[in-house]
Every structure is written in structure tokens, then in C-alpha cells.
């Protein structure tokens, strides 16, 4: 049944993935929140030629930011269709990402302890298994690498702002978009990390003003959007 649902995921994303470089179209909010999202990750990070991995890319927007400041992209996504978006863009932005159609899990396997840094951003709460996607992708870090997650509280106000306000009122999301359900608490987000030789060094909300069409960053707030930074510690630690 999880399967089924994941399938069904890919599949809407699939439907939509002609429009991931429509600033006016479906994915309008990632455009109006991806200067916060940048902005998060590099104030943590020099990512200026740092390996970069991007999991669960779509079509490339945060990629794109990433490689602009001068990161060495790669994306990875199970929608096809929204890595052929992707990867059309680039004639256009000429940024050069390594885009791949492949799962995380597929990916640590193969280049275990190599990136910098690792974002994944807005995607666990449409994964069966969020505890496997952060194990991947701390499998992926190099010692000393920086890993970025952001997901969605599971918190009546995100019922009421993520899926009701967002999806059937201000209609800023499509519908079907977000399944409560699948809303990640921060506490079940830092268990799992805590799992592994990781240093979590901030958790930060982040708020979106539908008037201004722009998000910010608040660490008094995590009760809709929330962002993690952690970093994987080196060899010799002790931590």
C-alpha cells in the first residue's frame, strides 16, 4: 500500500513537471521560497566549489541556485520527466549539474562518503521511508560534511496553512500535494538523525507570507516549515 502511495506521488509530480520553470504555475512557492532556502544553507556553508548533492531535485530550482553560487551540483530524482525539465533548463540558465535518475540509497551505495554538502528539501514528506532516505544520505557525506533537510510539522496549524489554506483556498499549492499523515514532527526528524555520528547544529522555521509571496526564516516558529542542519562528524571524533 506505501508503495502504491509513493508510485502515485512520482506519478502527480510526473503530470506536473512541464511547468517546474513556470514562475506563475504550480511550483510558484518553491520559486518564491528558494532565496530563504539558499540563504539557510549558506549560512552555514561556504559551498563554492564544494560537491553538492540535491535529493529529490524535481526540476532543478534549488539545483540551479546551488550551482549559481558555485557549487558542483548533482540531482537526484525518480521522475523522469522532471529531470527531462531539468535538464532542458540548463540550455537556458548554462549552468552545468550532473542530473540522475536514481534513488539516494541507490546513489550512497555507489559513492559512499562523497559530497560536501547533501539538501533535501521539501521531499520527506512524500517518502514511505523517511529514516532510509537520511541514512542514505549520511552514508553519502564526507566526515565533515553538512546535511540540510527541511520537511513539514505535523501540527494542526500545518493541517490547516500546508494542505487546507495553501492547497483549496489560496490554491498557492496543487491539490493533493501534501498527506498529513506523512508530516514529519521535529522530534521524530532529530531521533532519526541521532541514529548516526551527526551533530545537529540548528533547527529553524520558516515562515511564508502569501501577501508578500516571499518566505522567512524564524526560530521560534517550527510549527509548519521546518529546516535542519547537521554535520557528520570527521574520523577522528569522539562526539
Not at 550532473?98 to 528539501?121: N, R
Request: glycine content about 6%.
Amino acid at each position: 500500500m506505501i508503495a502504491n502511495h509513493y508510485a502515485n506521488e512520482i506519478e502527480q509530480f510526473d503530470g506536473q513537471s512541464a511547468f517546474w520553470w513556470d514562475v506563475n504555475g504550480p511550483f510558484k512557492t518553491l520559486h518564491q521560497i528558494n532565496p530563504t532556502r539558499l540563504q539557510y544553507i549558506t549560512d552555514y556553508v561556504n559551498i563554492e566549489g564544494k560537491t553538492t548533492l540535491d535529493v529529490g531535485c524535481g526540476g532543478g530550482i534549488l539545483s540551479e541556485a546551488l550551482a549559481k553560487a558555485g557549487a558542483h551540483v548533482t540531482g537526484l530524482d525518480l521522475s523522469e520527466p522532471s529531470l527531462q525539465t531539468a535538464k532542458l533548463h540548463l540550455f537556458e540558465s548554462g549552468l552545468k549539474i550532473d542530473y540522475q535518475q536514481q534513488s539516494i540509497e541507490d546513489f550512497a551505495d555507489m559513492h559512499p562518503q562523497s559530497q560536501d554538502v547533501i539538501c533535501c528539501l521539501e521531499m520527506l514528506e512524500h517518502v514511505p521511508d523517511p529514516a532510509s532516505i537520511v541514512n542514505a544520505c549520511y552514508q553519502a557525506l564526507k566526515p565533515g560534511g553538512w546535511l540540510f533537510l527541511s520537511t513539514l510539522n505535523r501540527t494542526p496549524k500545518a493541517m490547516m496553512l500546508g494542505i487546507f489554506a495553501a492547497e483549496h483556498v489560496l490554491k498557492i499549492v496543487p491539490k493533493g500535494t501534501h498527506h498529513f499523515e506523512q508530516f514529519i514532527k521535529p522530534s521524530e526528524l532529530v531521533k532519526i538523525l541521532e541514529q548516526h555520528a551527526l551533530k545537529i547544529n540548528d533547527i529553524c522555521g520558516m515562515r511564508y507570507n502569501p501577501i508578500t509571496q516571499s518566505a522567512t526564516l524564524d526560530h521560534q516558529d517550527l510549527d509548519i516549515n521546518y529546516f535542519i542542519a547537521a554535520q557528520k562528524l570527521d574520523n577522528n571524533s569522539n562526539g
